[in-house]
């Protein structure tokens, strides 16, 4: 049986049970198979007091060790200055996981190999990692990692630089491998693994049971996802205007609330839009299986897994055809892409929809296109290789200092 060390900050905790949510599954997906074990480093910022940083929860819930299932999850701190500290990030949490790691192995833990997430900084910090302890380390690039970050000099080296020295890559999509590719990586060395969704969790369910809870009357839109910009809750909102018998709600938490409830009000839509905050994937469900469409007006995407979430249960969606989600949004049973990402766009999207609306039992089953067996099957074919091929290494030694006080 495989040992596995996922290293990511993308994974739920405490103050933030959404966060990463679809690196979790895959990971439970992958040890409910039997073949592999896992634990999970986790780091959360340790924020300096006088700064603000409004959309890291409150961190103070976040307990060092927690569990998960099958899961051990710990929660090193590391030090994250906002908007100035963002090439000191692979540092700093190098150091924080390092100190974790060294603690382990003294105890007796072995691994046969580091799964990391999200390119920069954390797959990044897990190379440095893996060299300083001699253990192989895979690294899945998941979206604004690779079509957003190395726009920047000093990430795109260090990312390059990681890419290099990984024993394994990893994307989420076609388009991002093409970004590696594009970036220098031979695209030999890069396995596209899709996310995968949860059909059980996320089914149709009775639909009229959850349009009664909500209050729904009229036809309802979803915009699901944290509350910033790329995300384009904005033009779901200004579509509104377009489109006086619908209404939209909107899931998600995150710094443009107060602007996107300012729209609202100057478009006066505002009695048509509904903020529910952020939902745990249960109480999320229940949404998607009430509204009509969901609409997801990104300007960057690498899988997004709410796409398939809404159509697990039933529920077309109205999506930019941006970096994978045209991978996703295969079919006219899932729903229509959109070229123009603004109101405009979205508004021609929904009645394009709603002209030629798939039936719901059709949108299930394309979903079920998308369940995790495949993913999980690839994941432990690409981590044997890895691990077969590569033999301990002789020399590597543990940092000496890793046993110093949490940041």
Request: contains cysteine; charged residues 20%; positive net charge.
């Amino acid at each position: 049986m495989l040992s596995i060390l996922t290293a990511t900050t993308l994974f739920p905790n405490a103050a933030k049970p959404a966060h990463g949510a679809f690196v979790a599954t895959r990971l439970e997906q992958l040890v409910a198979s039997g073949e592999a074990s896992a634990e999970v480093l986790a780091p959360v910022p340790w924020l300096p007091p006088l700064l603000r940083y409004p959309g890291a929860g409150r961190l103070d819930l976040v307990p060092q060790v927690e569990r998960r299932g099958l899961l051990t999850v710990r929660h090193p701190r590391y030090l994250v200055i906002p908007k100035v500290g963002m090439n000191l990030a692979p540092a700093a949490l190098f150091r924080a996981m390092r100190r974790v790691l060294a603690r382990l192995t003294a105890e007796g833990r072995r691994f046969d190999l580091i799964d990391a997430h999200y390119f920069y900084p954390d797959g990044v910090a897990a190379v440095r990692l893996g060299r300083a302890f001699a253990i192989p380390v895979v690294v899945t690039a998941r979206g604004t990692d690779l079509n957003l970050i190395p726009q920047f000099a000093a990430p795109r080296s260090m990312i390059l630089e990681a890419a290099a020295s990984a024993d394994g890559l990893v994307t989420v999509c076609q388009a991002l491998k093409d970004r590696l590719v594009e970036l220098g990586v031979g695209a030999d060395r890069v396995t596209v693994l899709r996310n995968g969704v949860d059909l059980n969790l996320f089914s149709p369910g009775e639909r009229e049971a959850e349009r009664r809870a909500l209050g729904l009357t009229r036809r309802t839109l979803g915009s699901v996802g944290g509350l910033i910009e790329r995300k384009g809750h904005h033009h779901a909102i200004g579509a509104l205007a377009h489109l006086p018998d619908t209404d939209l709600i909107i899931v998600g938490e995150g710094p443009e609330r107060r602007r996107l409830e300012r729209l609202a009000a100057s478009l006066k839509v505002a009695e048509r839009v509904r903020f529910l905050g952020e939902l745990d994937q249960m109480r999320l469900a229940k949404v998607y299986r009430a509204i009509d469409a969901l609409v997801l007006a990104s300007s960057r995407e690498g899988w997004a897994n709410v796409l398939l979430e809404s159509m697990a249960c039933g529920t077309p969606v109205v999506a930019s055809a941006v970096w994978g989600t045209p991978e996703v949004v295969a079919d006219p049973a899932a729903g229509v892409l959109i070229h123009g990402i603004d109101a405009t766009g979205v508004a021609e999207g929904v009645r394009r929809l709603f002209a030629n609306l798939p039936a719901r039992s059709a949108t299930r089953r394309y979903a079920e296109r998308f369940d995790w067996a495949a993913t999980t099957r690839g994941q432990l074919e690409l981590f044997r290789t890895i691990v077969a091929r590569r033999q301990p290494q002789s020399g590597a030694t543990e940092p000496a200092r890793a046993a110093g006080p949490h940041l």
